[in-house]
């Protein structure tokens, strides 16, 4: 298992932040690693919101099944996914004392053998953590450019 943890302030309540979050439909726009999300129920938010994430990362291209699994309006959004990798993330927002938000996602992911042998979990958390912080930082590009 490896557990990569990556956060930004955000010049914006959590609220606003909580805003663009909140559809998860539009997460391709500042996920440059997802490609397309597809809803699997008729929810599109909220507990129990299940859809397909195609996601590229390098050379590989995965599916993975996703669920949420915690909703707290301006506060935290968790996921279970399955698929080649595994595991569960969570995004928080929290205010700070500028009356910003610091945004933070956290995720446990089990990546398999054949991806790097006993590099992969090393290996892994560092090249999605390049990634997430890249993300994050589109995040904030877009909630800042939305105020």
Known sequence: MATICVSIEIAASPKQVWDVVKNISDHVNWMKDAERIDFLTEKQSGVGTKFDCATKVGPFRLKDKMEIT???????????HEGLVT??????LAETNCN????TWEETLHFP?????????PVGTRLLALIWKKNLKLLKEQ???SL
Request: cysteine-free.
């Open 70 to 80: 915690e909703w707290v309006d301006a506060k935290s959004m968790g996921v279970s």
């Open 87 to 92: 595991g569960t993330g969570r995004f928080s």
């Open 100 to 103: 910003e938000t610091l945004f």
């Open 113 to 121: 053998y054949w991806m790097g042998g006993p590099l992969r979990n």
């Open 143 to 145: 909630v800042e450019g």
